[in-house]
């Protein structure tokens, strides 16, 4: 479970790569959006998403 506005992007990243991982880069993605979290922070996440499922749809 990624937790965006509390986590660093350290864990968010290794967060996000387990679920690529264990699930398939499909199932990565943000359906619920803490309010509050800072653009650049949401922007980096969406960009990290897109990097990882390139990565592993790729393989």
Request: with cysteine; glycine share 6%; hydrophobic share 30%.
């Given at each position: 479970?990624?937790?965006?506005?509390?986590?660093?992007?350290?864990?968010?990243?290794?967060?996000?790569?387990?679920?690529?991982?264990?699930?398939?880069?499909?199932?990565?993605?943000?359906?619920?959006?803490?309010?509050?979290?800072?653009?650049?922070k949401?922007?980096?996440?969406?960009?990290?998403?897109?990097e990882?499922?390139?990565?592993?749809?790729?393989?």
């Open positions: 479970d990624t937790d965006v506005a509390d986590k660093s992007r350290e864990e968010i990243r290794k967060d996000l790569e387990r679920t690529a991982v264990e699930l398939g880069p499909c199932d990565i993605g943000l359906p619920n959006i803490e309010y509050g979290i800072p653009d650049d949401l922007l980096w996440v969406l960009d990290t998403i897109d990882i499922s390139d990565r592993y749809e790729n393989e």
